[in-house]
């Protein structure tokens, strides 16, 4: 289940200039600590990005099959 806590609204002054992004479109982001986190643009307004930050297969089921072999 995604979390709506990080769905963010990235501010316009906060991106390079001249940068644009497509709805749908996966973009990289510097992290804290030098790490690069991925997000997906989900909106945008004259002055932010709203990007999801969710893992992309976060709103997919999931469904294990699985075989005990033992139990002791």
């Excluded at 990080?6 to 749908?24: E, K, M, N, S, Y």
């Excluded at 969710?54 to 469904?63: C, K, V, W």
Aim: proline share 8%.
């Amino acid at each position: 289940m995604p979390d709506p806590e990080l769905i963010r609204d990235v501010p316009r002054a906060d991106l390079p200039d001249g940068f644009t992004a497509a709805r749908g479109e996966v973009v990289l982001f510097d992290a804290p600590g030098g790490q690069q986190t991925a997000g997906t643009v989900v909106g945008e307004t004259a002055d932010a990005l709203r990007v999801d930050f969710n893992h992309p297969l976060s709103s997919r089921g999931l469904r294990l099959r699985v075989q005990v072999l033992a139990v002791d």
